[in-house]
């Protein structure tokens, strides 16, 4: 078995900017698994909320050697970005030497479509109505939110888009007081879900909080060490493989947040059509799917996943699994 850890970088169809910052290009590292003549593939996103670099990373990958296995992986790596894209590297692997799909090697039903949400970047309120009116088309939009003038951008979502369903990602950008500032006004214009309102640490305040709209914890969020922390705060748990360490790990944290009574959301980082094949697999019956990356790019890898009226298609094998 041989490992090896690429950089890929996509450029973006247009300047994405959050709270954090801008960005007009997706940087990832792509990692392939050889063995017996047969290749399996992953991607993750290193972020730098959790300390993670593209170097970092790589380093942690370059760092592996020997026969890997899925479960061994939780003994040599942490939860996160390099797990992550070895962790999927090895289900392709085993699925090609296999010549099954990997949703029939977790025993899991056969993946159908399912409609994602399309994130608006943060911009000044003209600019995110426009944006808003142009995809006023589609069913979710999720808007990029945290900074002092929010209820502007709201509005002007809400006036570009009168049909859409919202949802609200504060992206830790909200003290609790301006949350419950906020609250009513999140109800009256018909958000269906707030996403990581409150800073990670400082989280506890939402504890007997009157949640007029779910609340969803994120950055919250990583796998299923972190559900003892998120009682009594939380309504749904954000999903993305580059926290959970892998697909292994998202599928049991799925299972275990549904078991506690949780809903369940299937996020992503911009990232390519190979970083959200894996994905489409959690977010089968999600309360919320959030796999658009691929639709942020101004070109994506070959055999892209297909995205339509429908919403985001289970990958081809060509691309994954």
Known sequence: ????????VFPLAQVFTISRGSRTEAKV?????????????GECVPYARYDETLDSVAAQIEGLSGNLTRAGLYDLLPAGAARNAVDCALWDLE??????????????????????????SLAEPAEMRAQAAKNAHRPLLKIKLGTPD????????????????????????????VYADLAPHLVRLGVALVEQP???????????????VPVCADESAHDRTSLPHLKGKYDVVNIKLDKTGGLTEALELRA?????????????????????????LVAQGARVVDLDGPLLLGEDRENALTFD???VHPPLAALWG
Do not use: F, Q
Request: charged share 25%.
């Open 198 to 212: 409150l800073p990670a640490g400082e989280d506890d305040a939402l504890i007997g909080m009157e949640r007029p």
């Open 150 to 177: 929010d209820m502007p951008r709201l509005e002007a979502v809400r006036a570009g888009a009168p049909k859409s369903t919202i949802i609200v990602d504060a992206n830790e950008g909200w003290s609790a007081a």
């Open 309 to 311: 009226a429908a919403g």
């Open 29 to 41: 590292l792509t990692v392939r698994i050889h063995a017996d003549g047969v290749t399996g593939r």
């Open 256 to 280: 275990a947040a549904l078991a506690e009574g949780y809903d369940v959301m299937v996020g992503c980082m911009v990232g390519s059509s190979l970083a959200m094949a894996p994905a489409t």
């Open 95 to 120: 699925a090609k030497r296999a010549d099954k799909r990997v949703w029939e090697l977790a025993g899991l039903p056969e993946p159908r479509p399912e409609i994602t949400a399309y994130t608006l």
């Open 1 to 8: 078995m041989r490992i090896e850890v690429s950089r890929d």
